[in-house]
C-alpha cells in the first residue's frame, strides 16, 4: 500500500509543471553559461567561473566539456554547504577529466568572500538558491556577488515564479520555496 502511494506521488511529480521546469531550466543554464563562456573566451585566455551552491553542478560540466573541445580552457569553482554534493561533484571531475580545472569549497554564502579569497570571476552562476532566500538576504547576497564579477562579468540566476503547484510542493513534499515573478527577480537584481 505505501509503496503504491509513494509510486504515485512519483508518476505525478516526474509530470508536474514544476519538474518540467527545473528541467527546461537546466537547458537554459547550459545554454547561457556556454554562451557566456565562448564570449569571454573570445578576451581572456581562460574563463573563471563561480557556481555558488553549486548542487549536482551538471551544467557546469556540461558547459565544461562544450567548451574544452573547443579548445576553451574554463576553471571553475564549485561551493556548496553540503559536503555530499562537493564529493559527488569531486568523483564526476574525476569522471570527466575535469578535477584539474575545478576546485572544490564546502562553505556558506555567508562566508562567500573568505571562501573565495578574494578571487574575481568572468562568470557566477547560482541557480536555484534564490528560490529559498528572502527578500533582504537575496539584496544583500546578490551585491555581494556583484562585488566578485570582473569588469563585463555575467551573473546567471533564476527562480521558480508562482504557480498552481507551489501548494502541492508545501504541503505534500514539504519543499517550501519563495516564488518570484520575473519583475520582482529583476527588482532583486538592480538593488542587489
Request: no cysteine.
Amino acid at each position: 500500500q505505501q509503496n503504491y502511494i509513494r509510486g504515485k506521488i512519483t508518476d505525478y511529480w516526474l509530470k508536474i509543471l514544476n519538474a518540467q521546469a527545473v528541467r527546461n531550466r537546466l537547458r537554459l543554464v547550459k545554454r547561457e553559461l556556454l554562451k557566456a563562456i565562448k564570449e569571454t573566451a573570445q578576451k581572456e585566455k581562460e574563463v573563471h567561473l563561480l557556481s555558488i551552491a553549486s548542487g549536482s553542478a551538471q551544467a557546469i560540466f556540461e558547459s565544461m566539456l562544450k567548451a574544452q573541445k573547443e579548445n576553451i580552457i574554463v576553471k571553475a569553482t564549485l561551493l556548496d554547504l553540503d559536503p555530499t554534493a562537493i564529493e559527488y561533484n569531486k568523483k564526476a571531475a574525476k569522471k570527466y577529466n575535469l578535477e584539474n580545472n575545478i576546485t572544490f569549497i564546502v562553505e556558506s554564502t555567508t562566508n562567500l568572500e573568505k571562501a573565495t579569497a578574494g578571487a574575481k570571476y568572468h562568470i557566477i552562476e547560482m541557480v536555484g538558491f534564490l528560490d529559498y532566500r528572502p527578500r533582504h538576504k537575496a539584496v544583500r547576497l546578490i551585491s555581494r556577488i556583484d562585488k566578485l564579477l570582473l569588469p563585463e562579468g555575467r551573473f546567471i540566476t533564476a527562480n521558480m515564479i508562482p504557480n498552481p503547484e507551489q501548494y502541492f510542493m508545501k504541503w505534500v513534499i514539504n519543499w517550501s520555496m519563495i516564488y518570484r515573478r520575473p519583475k520582482e527577480l529583476g527588482r532583486l537584481l538592480t538593488e542587489g
